[in-house]
């Protein structure tokens, strides 16, 4: 029986077949003789080569996920070892598993745990503990996008867990509550103490843009002898892709702190 569950491969096909075909094309163009020498080729030449670059590392990036095997879920002795995201990755030892369940939609897998288990501080290991509508203590992971049939990986899961959970007490550790609470409350004010200035950034990202903008156009009008206007215009694109990209990241950060805030609360409050 396989113990090891891996993530698709289509989202990496398709990655593959659209970068091929954006890079092929460009490149023929920029290389034809003719069609190279039109005024708005020779113009949009720079935003071209860039775009080649970008999608030239993308199509790297598809090429080693399509010959890479990438565990997602896999079982040991030790217990179910997750690699779902960046919120769970580590190891739930099956004498702390109750049940599995596949949501009707078959958009998600939960775990559902028994026992007062809980991540070790600084152990490496990230897991979102949850709470469904019966109050019990859960892990969602979302596999729409990363299994090709989430039931089917319930099932297994089940398999699983009968297997290895054969013969294991139900006995479950102690845990140091008064240190976990320590720690955490620790966490919550050094957490706390970064998002201050992030904050402050998010609610002031419109002046960055203004000036990330304005240096931009300076170095194309340097660098080019274009217009003004038309420096103006060819900077507008890589500055509003730029910060969208930054702005995101930065709320993708500013939400994971305040994420680590609450949990951390959660735990200097008590398990």
């Known amino acids: 029986m396989p113990h090891k569950i891996y993530r698709t491969k289509k989202y990496?096909?398709?990655?593959?077949?659209?970068c091929f075909l954006w890079i092929y094309p460009v490149t023929m163009l920029?290389?034809?003789?003719?069609?190279?020498?039109?005024?708005?080729?020779?113009?949009?030449?720079?935003?071209?080569n860039i775009s080649l670059l970008i999608m030239g590392a993308v199509f790297?990036?598809?090429?080693?996920?399509l010959f890479k095997k990438r565990?997602?879920?896999?079982?040991?002795?030790n217990g179910l070892h997750l690699q779902v995201s960046?919120?769970?990755?580590?190891?739930?030892?099956w004498r702390h598993i109750a049940h599995f369940d596949c949501l009707p939609d078959r958009r998600e897998v939960r775990v559902y745990l028994q026992g007062l288990w809980d991540v070790p501080d600084d152990c490496g290991e990230k897991f979102d503990i949850q709470i469904d509508e019966k109050r019990q203590r859960m892990i969602v992971l979302p596999l729409q996008h990363k299994v090709r049939n989430p039931a089917h990986v319930r099932d297994e899961l089940e398999e699983w867990w009968l297997y290895y959970s054969?013969?294991?007490?139900?006995?479950?550790?102690?845990?140091?509550?008064?240190?976990r609470r320590r720690i955490a409350s620790a966490k919550k004010h050094g957490v706390a103490s970064i998002l201050v200035p992030m904050y402050f950034i998010h609610s002031k990202f419109w002046v960055?843009?203004?000036?990330?903008f304005l240096f931009?156009?300076?170095?194309i009008e340097k660098c080019t002898a274009f217009s003004r206007p038309v420096v103006l215009a060819i900077a507008v694109v890589p500055t509003l892709l730029l910060s969208f990209i930054i702005r995101r990241l930065l709320s993708k950060a500013i939400s994971a702190l305040e994420y680590s805030k609450e949990q951390n609360q959660d735990r200097m409050i008590g398990l």
């Open 30 to 48: 920029l290389n034809h003789e003719s069609l190279s020498e039109l005024p708005i080729i020779i113009k949009m030449e720079g935003l071209l």
């Open 216 to 219: 931009l156009a300076a170095l």
């Open 86 to 93: 960046k919120k769970n990755c580590g190891i739930i030892p």
């Open 60 to 65: 790297l990036r598809c090429l080693i996920l």
């Open 166 to 179: 054969e013969g294991e007490t139900s006995q479950f550790p102690e845990i140091d509550e008064r240190s």
């Open 208 to 212: 960055l843009v203004i000036i990330d």
């Open 71 to 77: 565990p997602l879920l896999q079982a040991g002795e």
């Open 12 to 18: 990496a096909i398709m990655g593959t077949v659209v």
